[in-house]
């Protein structure tokens, strides 16, 4: 899989990109991450990628003349399967919706910036809008991490234990069970029996029973999907 970011602010995915299984996606071969500087696409001297708004008011829009160039640019090597747009009012992201873009091959990421980015670079230039929560980030960068890292981890190949990404929380509508390890006994605070027992069946009926029970308590509305 290849996921190229479009960005105002490279360095921010230096130590994200380089670390733990990202890193291990990306040496293995499985993710091709390439980092583009939207500034290198502005138009201008001073290389300038905003400017204000017609409305008025406070707060400056990223322009659509560097991020058609960015893309257009990009577009000559790669065929993207999607060019998603990293904003608040966007598509809720979601493990059914990470499932999803993991099948494709080749995904772009615009990451907004300022007060947002010009409509018309929404209405024409992007296919998906993507929200990771209904809150404002000072820009789309961090959302465009949250994305790649739950993509990489479901590509076939980048998990050690390949079963370990189908038991995430949210694969099958239900969160985790809880884990334990060693000691069996901390300051009286005790792993339950069952976990104990060497019992296997036993142990996957209690797994499945404490999943249902935490998804019923803190995500209930997955119950009824
Ligand atoms: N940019 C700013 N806030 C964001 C959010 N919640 N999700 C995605 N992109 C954003």
């Not at 000559?76 to 966007?90: C, L, N, R, S």
């Not at 239900?174 to 142990?203: E, F, H, M």
Request: charged letters at 25%; aromatic letters at 8%.
């Amino acid at each position: 899989m290849q996921i190229d970011i479009i960005t105002l602010f490279p360095a921010m995915f230096d130590g994200v990109f380089s670390q733990s299984i990202l890193k291990r996606a990306q040496d293995k071969g499985h993710l091709q991450i390439n980092i583009h500087n939207l500034r290198d696409y502005s138009l201008s001297k001073h290389k300038s990628v905003d400017d204000y708004a017609f409305s008025g008011g406070a707060g400056m829009v990223m322009q659509i003349e560097p991020v058609d160039n960015c893309l257009e640019h990009l577009k000559q090597k790669t065929h993207f399967d999607e060019i998603i747009y990293t904003a608040p009012d966007g598509e809720p992201f979601s493990q059914p919706l990470a499932n999803e873009l993991s099948l494709k091959g080749n995904i772009c990421i615009l990451c907004g910036h300022y007060k947002g980015v010009d409509e018309r670079i929404r209405q024409h230039l992007v296919t998906r809008e993507i929200s990771i929560g209904d809150y404002v980030l000072s820009g789309g960068e961090l959302a465009a991490m949250v994305i790649t890292d739950a993509l990489a981890r479901l590509i076939p190949g980048v998990l050690n234990d390949e079963q370990s990404a189908l038991s995430d929380s949210f694969q099958d509508n239900l969160v985790a069970p809880p884990v334990y390890t060693r000691p069996a006994d901390y300051k009286g605070w005790k792993v339950p029996d069952i976990l104990l027992s060497g019992n296997q069946a036993k142990i996957e009926q209690w797994q499945y029973e404490q999943a249902l029970e935490r998804t019923k308590q803190r995500r209930p509305y997955l119950l009824s999907e």
